[in-house]
């Protein structure tokens, strides 16, 4: 099953990607492995980005003209093929992720796409991951799709890790709509950090309703 947002009905998702590039070979089949995974049991549907967000990454990269881009949680590496498309030949992308059966799939997909070059895999707990970086502005991009309840010490953790005018990108900041009447531990967690985020002066903040909502922090 082809993952799409909870704000478009089947047949409108279908349109919106229509109207857009059409992935090639590489995610069609990266899109259907993982399909298979999750319907095993082997993860959850909502750990991979959707196919237009995907794109939107691509470009979203090219945009901002990023060089080094980081990303904390990379589940089967769509968005991180996605990212590395974006980045020039001499950039790089450091991947963050603790789970080798998954990130094994990804590098059969990075290779295939010849991003492989452009793309360092760390795995480890993503909060020491982070921590242990150079404590200086390093990064042009940046992408979180981690464990929810530790969204606020990414975004803590990366800030002086980033250039000026750097992209904070946060995922499922909508939480399927949950952040109305949080559920659980990660609703209230990313509820907490949207209200925080509305006034902190570090950021030009926008959440944008894109896939699971997605907000775009550009560091100040």
Known sequence: ??????LLSAQLADYVRGCAD???DVVTDLVAETAGMTAAGDGRPTYQVAPEQAAFLTLLARVAGARWAVEV???????ALAIAR???????????????????VARRYWARAGVADRIELRL???ADLVAALPLRPTFDL?????????????VDALHPRMHPGGLLVLDNTLRAGRVLDPADADDRAIAALNAALATDPRFD????????????????
Do not use: I, N
Request: include cysteine; hydrophobic fraction near 35%.
């Open 86 to 104: 974006g980045l020039p030949e001499d950039g790089g992308l450091l991947c963050l992720d603790r789970d080798a059966h998954w990130t094994d």
């Open 1 to 6: 099953m082809t993952p799409q947002s909870f």
């Open 205 to 220: 903040t926008v959440l944008l309703p894109v896939a699971d909502g997605l907000t775009l922090l550009r560091v100040r």
């Open 142 to 154: 940046a992408f979180v799709d981690a464990d929810k309840t530790g969204y606020a010490g990414y």
């Open 124 to 126: 480890g707990e993503a």
């Open 22 to 24: 059409p992935p090639d």
């Open 73 to 79: 949680g990379t589940f089967t590496g769509l968005s």
